[in-house]
């Protein structure tokens, strides 16, 4: 459940790293939303390639972006070969966030080799505004009756790293 947008992709060369980070910051900047770095010389990052679980263990750059409160941060976090997997879970902030973060993403898709994007809200192929609202209504209209059980399920949850559970099951 949720309105997220998921992308994956590798980058051309390392200055496409380069500058799709200072785009990125820039961008960031503009808009007043937080970031910082990311450099760290040993991580482990959970992936997902054929439908199958893999870990990549490494070195990773990149940039975490927190565009609204409300919304997960957005880790442009690349790994030793220029790749990155990631998802921004937006349906708790504004819809301009969503539209905006979108916007980023096609700002950038031209240092990537390839960049796949799977819009939740279908705003990233399609822009069409309504039809993100539409998803946007429909997950509130299933997260209300989820809660309208408040002795079974209770949320949204945000977790130490950012992310968002929508709902738990009271134990």
Same mark, same amino acid.
């Given at each position: 459940?949720?309105?997220?947008?998921?992308?994956?992709?590798?980058?051309?060369?390392?200055?496409?790293?380069?500058?799709?980070? *200072? @785009?990125?910051?820039?961008?960031?900047?503009?808009?007043?939303?937080? @970031?910082?770095?990311?450099?760290?010389?040993?991580? *482990?990052?959970?992936?997902?390639?054929?439908?199958?679980?893999? #870990?990549?263990?490494?070195?990773?750059?990149? %940039?975490?972006?927190?565009?609204?409160?409300?919304?997960?941060?957005?880790? %442009?976090?690349?790994?030793?070969? %220029?790749?990155?997997?990631? @998802?921004?879970?937006?349906?708790?902030?504004?819809?301009?966030?969503?539209?905006?973060?979108? &916007?980023?993403?096609?700002?950038?898709?031209?240092?990537? &080799?390839? %960049?796949?994007?799977?819009?939740?809200?279908?705003?990233?192929?399609?822009?069409?505004? *309504?039809?993100?609202?539409?998803?946007?209504?429909?997950? @509130?209209?299933?997260?209300?009756?989820?809660?309208?059980?408040?002795?079974?399920?209770?949320?949204?949850?945000?977790?130490?790293?950012?992310?968002?559970?929508?709902?738990?099951?009271? #134990?």
């Amino acid at each position: 459940m949720g309105v997220t947008i998921h992308f994956e992709g590798k980058l051309k060369d390392l200055r496409s790293l380069a500058d799709a980070l *200072t @785009f990125a910051a820039k961008f960031s900047e503009e808009r007043a939303w937080p @970031f910082h770095t990311i450099d760290q010389p040993e991580v *482990t990052l959970k992936r997902i390639r054929n439908e199958q679980d893999w #870990d990549y263990v490494g070195p990773v750059t990149g %940039l975490e972006i927190r565009p609204h409160e409300n919304s997960e941060p957005c880790r %442009l976090e690349f790994d030793n070969d %220029l790749y990155v997997q990631e @998802f921004t879970k937006t349906q708790f902030a504004p819809i301009e966030i969503h539209v905006q973060l979108v &916007e980023l993403l096609h700002c950038i898709e031209p240092f990537f &080799e390839d %960049l796949k994007v799977e819009d939740e809200g279908e705003y990233f192929e399609s822009g069409d505004l *309504t039809l993100l609202a539409k998803h946007r209504d429909r997950c @509130f209209e299933v997260f209300k009756e989820y809660l309208a059980q408040p002795s079974k399920y209770h949320g949204p949850l945000r977790l130490e790293s950012g992310r968002i559970v929508d709902l738990m099951e009271q #134990d």
